[in-house]
């Protein structure tokens, strides 16, 4: 099944809709590194990372990996290697901190966006990922913690997303 991002607000799976947020400036089918757009198209979901430390391990049939605090994930446009890639946290490597203060993310799902064959400069750490106030994001989609775990027990590992530009 797909998860299916209706409009800039509505995220729908099966026979649930969820409020999210979205990028700042809107949607993109040319997404660029830091343009605060979230990308259009169909993609596979990475495994869940959560913060153990936080919350127990959620009911969901996909594979869970706790956060650690030398977690990030690269968006240093100079790293073909680490570019748009799951890391551990280096001094010279611009990258998301996953480990955060506030609960943004708490619970976080890649979306695999721009990770096989990565272009550098096309854009890095889009994530599903929680949100208190639906603020708009730099280019990820945002739920509330409680529609997220909901999603969480819906989905599986053949799950994709899909992002469609709003006419």
């Known amino acids: 099944m797909t998860i299916i991002l209706k409009n800039k607000a509505t995220l729908h799976f099966d026979d649930f809709l969820f409020k999210c947020s979205i990028g700042k400036n809107g949607f993109a ?3 660029l590194e830091g343009d605060k757009k979230t ?4 993609f596979k979901l990475g495994n869940l990372l959560y913060r153990s430390d936080r919350n127990p391990k959620p009911l969901t049939k996909i594979k869970c990996m706790p956060i650690k605090k030398n977690m990030g994930w690269c968006d240093d446009i100079k790293s073909k290697k680490y570019y748009n890639k799951l890391i ?3 001094k010279n490597l ?3 901190k996953l480990y955060r203060r506030d609960s943004k993310y708490d619970f976080l ?3 695999n966006y721009n990770t096989k064959n990565t272009k550098i400069g096309k854009g890095s750490a889009i994530f599903l990922h929680l949100t208190r106030k639906y603020n708009p994001t730099a280019g990820c989609i945002s739920l509330q913690k409680k ?3 909901i999603l969480l027990k819906l989905i599986n590992r053949d799950t994709k997303i899909r992002i469609t530009q709003p006419l």
Do not use: Y
């Open 29 to 31: 089918k040319n997404k």
């Open 39 to 42: 990308p259009v198209g169909t």
């Open 88 to 90: 551990k946290v280096k």
């Open 94 to 96: 611009r990258h998301e």
């Open 109 to 111: 799902i890649p979306i």
């Open 147 to 149: 529609d997220f775990l």
